[in-house]
């Protein structure tokens, strides 16, 4: 393999993903609104010479290069969260700008520029045939990733494909371009949202020992819940702190693979009330719970563990713990409805995907993550940067789904960082997509399909007992 041919090739398309990732910024693409971007890039793929570009039901826009049986996929969700507080930015989101090393706008880094790396680095392998005999490589522009991660993917297996059973069969491995600053990732903790519901008594305001207030009730819940993310493991908390997953004393079989992800944690993301006016007393308090669970937790651990909190038992009889489902329509109109659970997944180092990734890697670019340097912290990418080339994320991914759930290989190298995720003033980095591009094309001839074995997932954690496909 020719890889200062790959490198030249990835250097003399910058200015094309330039222009291309600038043309999916101009158009605003929060969930469910992603139209005009799945426009954008369909008629991208169009004009580079794809093989196949389809929009399934749920407008996800999937590209195809090769005509072999067995399928390497690479996924970018399309969709960005709002811009927030316009004050906080110092130039139009959607307009954005670029300079010599930087392109400036909401979706830069997540994750628009993931879509534009792959888009190329596909358009790569075509032009120095590096497509093996017999694979195809599928490049999804998902939706509604930043609504409900993996739901796109959920679409995918189960109406795209035959089933789990079908895309695994014919799937070899998933590489999501999500941000990775500059490094290769091989899990990421899973996630929940969990909904804290508590009722009350109104009554007038003027004599509230009349009613039973629910904001009361929940100030005690909120808390305890606060305890349970801040406090130690120690016997002197009443209640245990989340950390105590990465002690092997809690969590005998997975403390190691916890230790590598980091603990869980939780917090609370939003609260609601119901009261027949201001001058009332609160009858309904509700909060929602934004739950990142570390290996060893389940679903129902997480569930339980609020469920027993001391402020929650002792207004048991007026409290429900659940968890949220999902389903919004898409922009097409489809709805795909499923839980708000998000399973935990790694990878192991020696994985025949993971390692292609890093000899592809370690050929073009070295062992180290790279990135562009710069004097003003602001544009800077390499502080962040000085970690292990093989790591994880802390966010989650599409990958509950695809890995955490199907139990598909994944494997992560984007550009941009984490850090810009949902961030104002959003940017990424011109040299990362050059980066990302020239490995994506350099990747499907390195991979070893004869290394793959039935055993590359060192942690997956267990689904619930919804009917969910």
Known sequence: MDFEAIKAAARGYQADMTRFLREMISHPSESCEEREVVHCIKAEMEHLGYDEVEVDGLGNVIGWMGDGEKIIAIDSHIDTVGIGNLSNWEA????????????????GSDQEGGMAAAVYGVKIMKDLNLIPSGYRIMVVGSVQEEDCDGMCWQYIVNKDFGGPEDARSKIEFVISTEPTDGGIYRGHRGRMEIRVDVKGISCHGSAPERGDN???????????????????????????????????????????????????????????????????????????????????????????????????????????????????????????????????????????????????????????RIGHADADPKYDAMHLRQRPL????????NCV????????????????????????????????????????????GLYKPENRTNDATEFRQSLTDNEIQ
């Open 401 to 444: 789904s695809i890995q955490g759930r199907y139990g598909i290989p994944c494997v992560g190298f984007g550009p941009g960082a984490e850090s810009q995720a949902h961030a104002p003033n959003e940017i990424t980095w011109k040299q990362d997509l050059v980066t990302c591009a020239a490995l994506y094309a350099a990747v499907p």
């Open 390 to 397: 093989i790591d994880k994320w802390t966010f989650s991914t």
């Open 92 to 107: 139009d989101p959607y307009e954005g700008y670029e300079t010599e090393d930087i392109i400036y706008g909401r979706g």
């Open 214 to 368: 629910a904001i009361y009730k929940m100030a005690d819940i909120l808390q305890d819940i606060r305890s349970l993310n801040e406090n130690g493991d120690g016997p002197s908390n009443e209640i245990r702190g989340l950390v105590k997953m990465l002690n092997p004393a809690f969590n005998p079989e997975y403390a190691e693979d916890a230790q590598f992800l980091g603990r869980g944690t939780c917090t609370v993301s939003q609260i609601f009330y119901t009261s027949p006016s201001r001058c009332a007393v609160a009858d309904g308090c509700s909060i929602s719970v934004d739950r990142r669970m570390t290996a060893g937790e389940t679903w129902d651990s997480c569930l339980k563990e609020i469920e027993a909190l001391p402020a929650v038992q002792k207004y048991k009889d007026d409290v429900k713990v659940s968890m949220y489902m999902y389903d919004r329509p898409s922009w097409t109109g489809a709805v795909y409805e499923t839980e708000c659970f998000f399973p935990t997944w790694i990878n192991k180092e020696s994985a025949a995907h993971v390692q292609a990734l890093a000899d592809a890697h370690k050929a073009l670019w070295g062992e180290q």
